[in-house]
């Protein structure tokens, strides 16, 4: 009899892990689709929400996985806290993640949830050291007429891809004429004549909104664009300084382990509002940042290190023993090997 027991206990383990998220423990995508499915099939109302992360692989790039993990696990419990049992909480995979709650729907109550939600999640962010960087954009549509798992999910998986192109708010919901924004919309009406397909590439490479506030990048990308900028110095005469910025103890070591998340957080968010739209920063180890500045001078160093420094020290004014190091490098052209000239 008890090891019937021990084997139904077994049965009850593997059949939970079978349909819950490894990693969040919210119902995987299977499971999501089925329960949100029989739902629908007994014509229960609702509305069906989907989200992601903004940027989540600049998170991943710049903090590494593990903190994108915590980031996915702290979002997780932020929604089981802010929504009801009864509401259907899942994970569709990467950084997505669905919400269905059933019933009547209420303009005031979902908007209230969406905007707890949101500033629960920067808040989160702040907390967790990566500054203003965890944010997210919700795409929902209603139940309708004959709906199915697929239909609403498609409806609402659109919604948030039009707000993922607008980033104007955290809530899209879905309205029929967001199927002319399609992608594959366009791409039908467009790419079969070809003097439209430069049209087309150019309205997918053109930066969706300018933000006016300096260029977070990955380290790779980053790269990329300092020699991209070093083989044409010769050609566009730019000027473009790159600095690296250390926190360091009164002594110069970098900081203890287990406050550089938090120092670093501060840094980030102090090069942000001290640099131009038009410059570029990446986290270049954990407790330095390197930053790229087209067509400073190198007179110009004096006032950005000021400002970085002063803002800096407000955000930590109780901790006189955290110092900045700054090191530069005015960027020189790289003149190209013999063989490269044949």
Do not use: W
């Amino acid at each position: 009899m008890k090891k019937m027991d021990e084997l139904q206990v077994e049965n009850d383990r593997l059949r939970i892990l079978a349909r819950h998220d490894s990693l969040t423990g919210l119902l995987n995508r299977g499971a999501m689709e089925e329960e949100v499915g029989d739902l629908l099939k007994n014509k229960k109302g609702g509305i069906f929400l989907m989200l992601d992360v903004d940027h989540f692989k600049d998170i991943n790039d710049v903090y590494g996985h593990l903190t994108g993990d915590l980031v996915l696990q702290e979002l997780a419990r932020i929604m089981g806290f802010l929504f009801f049992k009864k509401d259907i909480i899942g994970r569709m995979g990467g950084d997505e993640f669905a919400i269905f709650i059933p019933g009547e729907y209420r303009n005031e109550l979902v908007d209230s949830k969406v905007e707890r939600l949101h500033s629960r999640a920067v808040q989160a962010g702040k907390d967790m050291g990566i500054g203003n960087s965890l944010k997210l954009t919700i795409g929902a549509d209603l139940v309708r007429k004959n709906d199915t798992f697929r239909t609403l999910y498609r409806r609402a998986d659109l919604a948030l891809r039009i707000g993922k192109q607008q980033r104007k708010k955290a809530l899209y919901l879905y309205e029929s004429s967001m199927e002319d924004c399609h992608p594959d919309s366009a791409a039908r009406n467009e790419l079969p004549a070809a003097p439209h397909d430069m049209r087309y590439i150019c309205r997918q490479l053109k930066e969706p909104e300018f933000a006016h506030e300096a260029g977070s990048q990955d380290y790779r990308t980053f790269l990329a664009i300092f020699r991209f900028l070093e083989r044409n110095l010769g050609r566009t005469g730019l000027n473009v300084q790159i600095i690296l910025i250390s926190v360091t103890d009164q002594f110069g070591s970098f900081v203890a382990l287990e406050e550089r998340e938090f120092l670093t957080g501060r840094l980030k968010d102090s090069i942000c509002s001290s640099l131009r739209f038009g410059d570029l920063y990446t986290r270049y180890s954990s407790c330095q940042f390197l930053i790229m500045t087209p067509g400073a001078a190198c007179e110009n160093m004096e006032q950005i290190i000021m400002r970085i420094q002063k803002k800096f020290q407000e955000s930590i004014s109780d901790r006189k023993d955290i110092k900045l190091f700054f090191s530069f490098y005015p960027l020189q052209q790289t003149a190209p090997k013999k063989q490269d000239l044949l």
